[in-house]
């Protein structure tokens, strides 16, 4: 059987599905093409890709039903391919359960990078109980412990808790809502007050500069990536 | 022009008045200053009401002189013939006032209308213009560049071939920038944009537009000053993160590479205000206001290019959250963009109780 890692590309534009083939068999990958979203559902379970692009952006139905729709069976990574005008389809196909996204243009090296995530994501799910390394700061999600610079450092449940939703999806994009309820529950899903106060917190322990943010990334209007290495 | 029941109120009502004060005149002054008076209601009446009111102003004012004040007064009947052609004046003076206002107000309309379509026309032009030039130099570059890869890449040196394929993405990158800005222009202006309004910190805001711009500020020195207790404002997060992204471009195509961009936020208590500050360029002679005209290329515009809508979309997003954005001159030379955006009292937030916070293992005694 074929060792690469397989891809499948949900575009209809056959130019885009073009260049995403050879760069991704240039950079190993094997590449399976739907050119619409029926298509892409039923793509997606019979080739058994690793990592599904899913073009927000096609002619039968919408992306975010593709994504949907493959949540219902499977929790294989999806990226999405969304351009700048589609702010709003992108939430929702967030809210679907993709996992990450391009914006059009892209460059290939931005995302091959998201890729390479998304299948260590998958090759590990639930990697929640990690010891997560910031510059100066080392925080063990089991073990309920944090310090900084070798001191100890406080942090609170809630912040546990929130670093634990964001470190469940290591390097991938979680939404003000996923992480909303996933840290204060359900009936809270709309406060997102709550979620900047805390997100700020964290960074002023862990961040070494909490202006310019390397770890506790904003993904602006969607919500937010926990980038360290584990 | 419809006649409103305002109109005929005002009719009424000048009548009214001018009979009060013919009352206070009778004995004193002679009846055709009496008949003045009334004949300045009517004027009064047909400047500022309908051609109806006036005629309405003009026989109610003919009535009430004829009735109250010319003998034999308590009727109709007149005895003087030259009374007859008072109340022909009066109607006549009327009709007249009251036609030149309305040809006045059609003329002022007309004007405005034109107006109006003299501005759509100039942005309708400035739009092919803009299309046909600011989006086919790019084109332009990227055909150019990957063509020669195409037909010569095999004979180039690799550092050669890699510069074109460079210029290639970079160019296509400030297409898809230009055309993004043309569209959100377009959807600004016909309200297709819905405003998702949520707590967002500017520290974040700032943050993304500032990783967004990276590049196009690599050659500058820009420093951020959000202060740590900043409060939370209710915005758009996206699209005031777009705004602000504007700006710094803006900073960064009109000021020398080398030169300070300052990003700035601060509060008093009713308005948040975000400032980019820029130290180039000569901004002596820029139009404070004309820079945020759609389609304005900045006069400091050398080869910076672009489409001329960033400020404008800027201001656009701004005003659409009950804000405003304008500039000013740095002192000692370069521009001064702010931001103001209305603050809210944000919601409360429970503090973690106590219990919930001795909960958890990690304290701040290391011994343990």
Sequence with gaps: MDPRPTILVVEDEPEIRRFLRSSLEAEGYRVAESATARRGVIDAGTHKPDVVIVDLGLP?????????QIRRWSTLPILILSARTQERAKIDAFEAGADDYVTKPFGIRELLARIKVALRHAARPQAGGAVLRFDRAVVDLERRTATRDEEALHLTPIEFRL???LARHLGLVVTHRQLLVEVWGPSHAGDTHYLRIYVKQLRDKLEPDPLHPRHLVTEIGVGYRLVCSD | MRTGWTGY?????????ATLAGFAMRGRFDLVNIAMVYLLAVVLVALYQSRGAAIAASVLCVAAFDVLFVPPEGTFTVHDAQYLLT???MLGVGLIVSRLVERVRRQAREQALLEIEAETERIRSALLASISHDLRTPLA???GASSTLVESGERMLPEARQALARSVFDQSHELSERVSKLLQMTRLDTGAIKV????????DVADSAVRRMSDRLAAHRLMVEIPADLPLVRVDAALIEQ???????NAAKHTPPGTIVRLRAKTDGQRLVLTVEDHGGDAADVDLERMFRKFQHGSMEGAAGGVGLGLAICRAIVRLHGGDCWAERTLGGGMTF?????LERPPEMPAETPYEAADGPATDDPRR
């Design chain 2, 196 to 203: 998702e309004r949520d707590w967002t910190a500017m520290a």
């Design chain 2, 9 to 17: 109120a005002w009719a009424i009502g000048a009548t009214l008045a």
């Design chain 2, 338 to 342: 702010r931001i103001s955006l209305p």
């Design chain 1, 60 to 68: 039968d139905f919408d992306g975010v039903e593709v994504v949907r």
């Design chain 1, 163 to 165: 670093l634990a939703a």
């Design chain 2, 243 to 249: 705004a602000l992204g504007n700006l710094l471009e």
């Design chain 2, 87 to 89: 109340f022909a004046i």
């Design chain 2, 141 to 143: 570059v990227v055909a």
